[in-house]
């Protein structure tokens, strides 16, 4: 008797199995691959991650915006008496609320990477400790220096993608948001639930100048996190072999051509 | 142990009356942020409670916080202060000099064991087993860790005791290092400034003495009723600040009208001190007030933050100096030169492999 059960989605049993690097580096699920014998593209981004994105993308554009602003102030204006004029604190209030809601939304984020697939949890960790994810690392890397002629499919990041949403984005904003806090912190006083929270990164720093230009230099890596990521995005729309833009909107990932790998 | 005055004795000696010391009491109670029910508490301590001993040793410094002490805006605080405190030590203010002082200071040591209080004004170097500071021949460092050992507390006067100030800025030749670097375990409250202010130096002591224990101290070990809130927050041209009215340059019409002077690198937000709330010389003015600036003389560190005039803290690890802002907007440029050669080299690849798809079709 025949074990094995013909399988409509295998129409040859002696193809290789398909995505080896993005299943070898965890980034790709049986049902993904099941997904792709079926049709050209794989549900990736949940409703939650891509709220979370745009909604974190808007946050992080306000933030840029004012925080330059608060650091570089408009040139004085003089609309009313001091009384009634409360233009550079509502440039502050802006950043402060931003900086609120990205606060939340990311702590909502953390939380659904518990309930979400594996996507969700990618830029989370990084698989240092996986060799082959090393190696795919050197070889995105290597496509996007010209060096090799095809990249391969991936169904989440690519690893580059992942070291840079690991680094800027999870470390990054985290770094941001604690910071941010701190300064917040020194305007809310102490014995405020953010001093009581977030008023040792002030001790840790020991001046709070200091603490300033940390958080400016923050955003300045935020500055060059967006650039790269817009970048890469439309170039990878273009010239990769799936889908970038439209998949962040609609959460499904297309492929271009029906090459296993 | 001898019999010592009770500060009420003192004062009276002085020939301070009865009202005019409860007059004391009741501004020393406001100044600590007390209730009206503390004013018959500082005097009863202060009528039945000896007076503390205080060993005043001075290491590399400038002396401007003896000179701010002496200036103690109210009178009365600073003749309190002074009489209130049996400073049995301090080589500048002493009559005693030479030997006498030394003998002064081993003797207070020895009397008073356990029960003095030490303030420290300066800071001690390091290098060269500490010759760059000697007193009564011997390296200030040790003056300080023998007058230490037996202090029921110290006091970290000024910039200098508690951060290290000028002479501990970069490049720190001498090794100059703030007083809790070297004397790890006695409880030490900073009263940073350079100078800190009179009223905040006589109102930790008069804390001290009357409650006997140490202020509420912050996270970096400072009193929190003098220095819990930044300049900023309690500035007076603050509402210029939120309504975004700055002053542009100092010569300009918005510096006549008293603008914010956030623009010229005012370090008030960043700084934590009484300057605004209790001001200086009798609560006359103080710089922002003279329209300058704050220069952040109470934080940690404030000569190695770049500039006076700049709002952000200068970057030194790139070989050059430079501001978060340079650093940021060169990284950036460089990033767009990046980007913009690789979409060229990205577009021209791409042509090149259709036209060879092209041809080989």
């Given at each position: 008797?025949?074990?094995?059960?013909?399988?409509?989605h295998?129409?040859?049993?002696?193809?290789?199995?398909?995505?080896?690097?993005?299943?070898?580096?965890?980034?790709?699920?049986?049902?993904d691959?099941?997904?792709?014998?079926?049709?050209?593209?794989?549900?990736?981004?949940?409703?939650?991650?891509?709220?979370?994105?745009?909604?974190?993308?808007?946050?992080?554009?306000?933030?840029?915006?004012?925080?330059?602003?608060?650091?570089?102030?408009?040139?004085?204006?003089?609309?009313?008496?001091?009384?009634?004029?409360?233009?550079?604190?509502?440039?502050?209030?802006?950043?402060?609320?931003?900086?609120?809601?990205?606060?939340?939304?990311?702590?909502?984020?953390?939380?659904?990477?518990?309930?979400?697939?594996?996507?969700?949890?990618?830029?989370?960790?990084?698989?240092?400790?996986?060799?082959?994810?090393?190696?795919?690392?050197?070889?995105?890397l290597?496509?996007?220096?010209?060096?090799?002629?095809?990249?391969?499919k991936?169904?989440?990041?690519?690893?580059?993608?992942?070291?840079?949403?690991?680094?800027?984005?999870?470390?990054?904003?985290?770094?941001?948001?604690?910071?941010?806090?701190?300064?917040?912190?020194?305007?809310?006083?102490?014995?405020?639930?953010?001093?009581?929270?977030?008023?040792?990164?002030?001790?840790?720093?020991?001046?709070?100048?200091?603490?300033?230009?940390?958080?400016?230099?923050?955003?300045?890596?935020?500055?060059?996190?967006?650039?790269?990521?817009?970048?890469?995005?439309?170039?990878?729309?273009?010239?990769?072999?799936?889908?970038m833009?439209?998949?962040?909107?609609?959460?499904?990932?297309?492929?271009?051509?029906?090459?296993?790998? | 142990?001898?019999?010592?005055?009770?500060?009420?004795?003192?004062?009276?000696?002085?020939?301070?009356?009865?009202?005019?010391?409860?007059?004391?009491?009741s501004?020393?109670?406001?100044?600590?942020?007390?209730?009206?029910?503390?004013?018959?508490?500082?005097?009863?301590?202060?009528?039945?409670?000896?007076?503390?001993?205080?060993?005043?040793?001075?290491?590399?410094?400038?002396?401007?916080?003896?000179?701010?002490?002496i200036?103690?805006?109210?009178?009365?605080?600073k003749?309190?202060?002074?009489?209130?405190?049996?400073?049995?030590?301090?080589?500048?203010?002493?009559?005693?000099?030479?030997?006498?002082?030394?003998?002064?200071?081993?003797?207070?040591?020895?009397?008073?064991?356990?029960?003095?209080?030490?303030?420290?004004?300066?800071?001690?170097?390091?290098?060269?087993?500490?010759?760059?500071?000697?007193?009564?021949?011997?390296?200030?460092?040790?003056q300080?860790?023998?007058?230490?050992?037996?202090?029921?507390?110290?006091?970290?006067?000024?910039?200098?005791?508690?951060?290290?100030?000028?002479?501990?800025?970069?490049?720190?030749?001498?090794?100059?290092?703030?007083?809790?670097?070297?004397?790890l375990?006695?409880?030490?409250?900073?009263?940073?400034?350079?100078?800190?202010?009179?009223?905040?130096?006589t109102g930790?002591?008069?804390?001290?003495?009357?409650?006997?224990?140490?202020?509420?101290?912050?996270?970096?070990?400072?009193?929190?009723?003098?220095?819990s809130?930044?300049?900023?927050?309690?500035?007076?041209?603050?509402?210029?600040?939120?309504?975004?009215?700055?002053?542009?340059?100092?010569?300009?019409?918005?510096?006549?009208?008293?603008?914010?002077?956030?623009?010229?690198?005012?370090?008030?937000?960043?700084?934590?001190?009484?300057?605004?709330?209790?001001?200086?010389?009798?609560?006359?003015?103080?710089?922002?007030?003279?329209?300058?600036g704050?220069?952040?003389?109470?934080?940690?560190?404030?000569?190695?933050?770049?500039?006076?005039?700049?709002?952000?803290?200068?970057?030194?690890?790139?070989?050059?100096?430079?501001?978060?802002?340079?650093?940021?907007?060169?990284?950036?440029?460089?990033?767009?030169?990046?980007?913009?050669?690789?979409?060229?080299?990205?577009?021209?690849?791409?042509?090149?492999?259709?036209t060879?798809?092209?041809?080989?079709?």
């Amino acid at each position: 008797m025949d074990e094995r059960v013909i399988n409509i989605h295998i129409p040859n049993p002696d193809a290789p199995i398909p995505l080896e690097a993005a299943r070898l580096t965890g980034a790709a699920r049986p049902e993904d691959i099941e997904s792709i014998f079926l049709k050209t593209s794989v549900y990736v981004y949940e409703v939650p991650v891509r709220l979370w994105h745009w909604l974190n993308a808007a946050m992080i554009f306000i933030l840029m915006g004012t925080g330059y602003l608060i650091a570089r102030p408009l040139p004085t204006m003089e609309i009313a008496e001091a009384t009634d004029q409360f233009l550079f604190g509502y440039i502050r209030f802006a950043h402060f609320a931003a900086g609120m809601v990205l606060t939340v939304a990311f702590a909502a984020r953390i939380i659904w990477a518990f309930f979400g697939n594996v996507h969700s949890r990618q830029m989370f960790k990084l698989p240092i400790h996986n060799p082959r994810w090393i190696k795919e690392l050197i070889f995105e890397l290597k496509w996007y220096l010209f060096l090799v002629p095809q990249p391969k499919k991936y169904v989440g990041h690519n690893p580059l993608a992942h070291a840079a949403m690991f680094f800027f984005i999870t470390l990054g904003m985290t770094f941001m948001i604690v910071t941010g806090f701190a300064l917040y912190a020194e305007g809310a006083g102490q014995g405020s639930i953010y001093d009581q929270t977030f008023g040792w990164v002030l001790g840790l720093v020991g001046n709070s100048q200091r603490l300033h230009t940390l958080h400016h230099l923050g955003m300045w890596s935020i500055v060059i996190f967006t650039i790269i990521h817009i970048y890469a995005a439309i170039r990878e729309d273009i010239m990769s072999r799936q889908s970038m833009l439209s998949t962040i909107v609609s959460g499904w990932r297309t492929f271009k051509d029906d090459r296993a790998e | 142990m001898p019999q010592i005055e009770t500060f009420y004795d003192v004062m009276r000696r002085q020939g301070i009356t009865r009202r005019s010391f409860m007059k004391y009491c009741s501004l020393t109670a406001a100044a600590l942020g007390l209730g009206p029910s503390f004013v018959p508490k500082i005097a009863h301590a202060m009528e039945t409670k000896p007076r503390t001993p205080v060993i005043w040793v001075h290491g590399l410094e400038c002396t401007c916080c003896s000179e701010s002490f002496i200036r103690a805006a109210h009178p009365l605080a600073k003749d309190v202060v002074l009489s209130m405190i049996s400073l049995d030590y301090d080589d500048t203010l002493m009559a005693a000099a030479g030997h006498a002082a030394e003998a002064a200071l081993m003797d207070t040591i020895e009397k008073y064991k356990g029960n003095y209080i030490l303030a420290v004004e300066g800071n001690p170097p390091l290098n060269e087993d500490g010759m760059y500071c000697i007193i009564g021949g011997k390296p200030f460092v040790e003056q300080l860790k023998m007058a230490a050992e037996h202090a029921k507390a110290i006091i970290s006067w000024g910039a200098c005791a508690s951060y290290g100030c000028v002479q501990a800025a970069a490049p720190n030749p001498t090794r100059a290092v703030p007083v809790h670097k070297v004397i790890l375990d006695k409880p030490i409250i900073k009263v940073p400034g350079c100078p800190p202010i009179a009223e905040v130096m006589t109102g930790v002591i008069t804390y001290m003495l009357t409650f006997d224990r140490l202020p509420e101290l912050d996270r970096q070990g400072r009193p929190a009723m003098f220095y819990s809130q930044r300049i900023h927050d309690k500035c007076y041209r603050r509402p210029h600040f939120d309504a975004g009215q700055f002053v542009e340059q100092w010569d300009d019409d918005y510096a006549k009208k008293g603008y914010c002077l956030y623009k010229m690198g005012c370090k008030g937000p960043t700084t934590y001190n009484a300057c605004s709330t209790v001001r200086w010389n009798e609560g006359v003015s103080f710089p922002i007030q003279s329209g300058h600036g704050c220069i952040g003389c109470s934080e940690d560190g404030f000569w190695d933050q770049g500039s006076f005039y700049d709002r952000l803290t200068t970057i030194k690890q790139f070989g050059v100096e430079a501001t978060a802002d340079k650093i940021g907007l060169t990284a950036v440029g460089a990033l767009g030169a990046g980007v913009a050669l690789h979409v060229a080299a990205s577009a021209l690849k791409r042509a090149q492999k259709k036209t060879q798809e092209k041809t080989e079709a």
